[in-house]
């Protein structure tokens, strides 16, 4: 298969490159740098450059693979960031700075896949959301908001394109252990004399130690070669047993009761 990962240089992206790569799948790890994952064998994978946040540098990449090879099987929306910060300290500006990535991204990477895919009949599209999407986080609300728009659109879309042969996937990663912790952002208002300073810090504190204790990303990249690899491709995916087990709580649990618990969490 021919596979286009963005996000691809690092993290659960990077892993997932590697793991289509072992796969004996043709991979482009994509990502603003253009960097190739570090440790990948460059006979295996091929890195390219892709701003999700700029649809022509998503066109122009996706071109250049359909034009070497005259097809495009896999699409993988990983590309994501993250901004901690109370949602009364997050402005508009920096509100729509997390949903550019991680929601308008994955939209605008599909797009430019879909008309490929529709011709030829097939295609998996796959979007890394999160655990986040169904369980609110406070002091990253705009994150959770942002994946849980991603796995509205993605179930959406997969009924969309059905006649086409295209399938549609969002794997939910829990906790995992990437640079993802490091690159987190934070509000300009987020300042250590805010009335939020406290809960915030404790929180997000409580967040960080879960994600640098988390799952390896090849738990993650695992999942979603697998997805892409079956006859038929579930609509959600939550790998892990215990990601499982939170995703069922949140549906069967009372909101109310379910919102106390995560109010002890964090």
């Known amino acids: 298969m021919i596979v286009l990962v963005t996000g691809g240089s690092s993290g659960i992206g990077a892993a997932t490159s590697m793991l289509f790569a072992q796969a004996g799948d043709i ?12 440790g990948a064998d460059p006979s ?22 359909v034009d070497e090879h005259g097809r495009l099987d896999v699409v993988v929306c990983n590309a994501g960031n993250g901004i901690a910060g109370a949602v009364e300290e997050t402005s508009g500006e920096e509100a729509r700075y ?6 308008f991204g994955a939209h605008n990477t599909i797009k430019a896949c879909l008309p490929i895919m529709r011709c030829q009949g097939s295609g998996r599209i796959i979007c890394t959301s999160s655990v986040a999407a169904v369980v609110p986080i406070p002091y990253q609300a705009f994150y959770s908001a942002a994946k849980s728009a991603l796995l509205s659109m993605v179930q959406a879309l997969s009924l969309e394109v059905k006649a086409w042969g295209i399938q549609c996937c969002c794997i939910l ?20 004399d805010s009335p939020y ?19 390896d990303a090849k738990v993650m990249g695992k999942a979603i070669v ?27 649990l009372p909101a109310r009761f379910a919102l106390w618990i995560l109010g002890k969490v964090y």
């Open 27 to 38: 991979v482009y790890a994509a990502s603003r740098s253009g960097r190739l994952p570090q």
């Open 173 to 192: 990663p829990g906790d995992t252990k990437t640079d993802f912790t490091a690159a987190r952002k934070y509000t300009e208002a987020a300042t250590d």
């Open 226 to 252: 697998r997805q892409a690899h079956r006859r038929k491709m579930d609509s959600k995916c939550v790998p892990t047993l215990q990601y499982k087990t939170f995703n069922l709580l949140m549906k069967v």
């Open 98 to 103: 997390q949903f550019e990535t991680c929601f």
């Open 44 to 65: 295996k994978i091929r890195a390219i450059m892709l701003d999700v946040t700029v649809p022509e540098s998503i066109e122009d990449a996706v071109k250049a693979i």
């Open 197 to 215: 300073a406290q809960r915030r810090n404790k929180a997000v504190h409580k967040m960080e130690k879960d994600e640098l204790n988390g799952l």
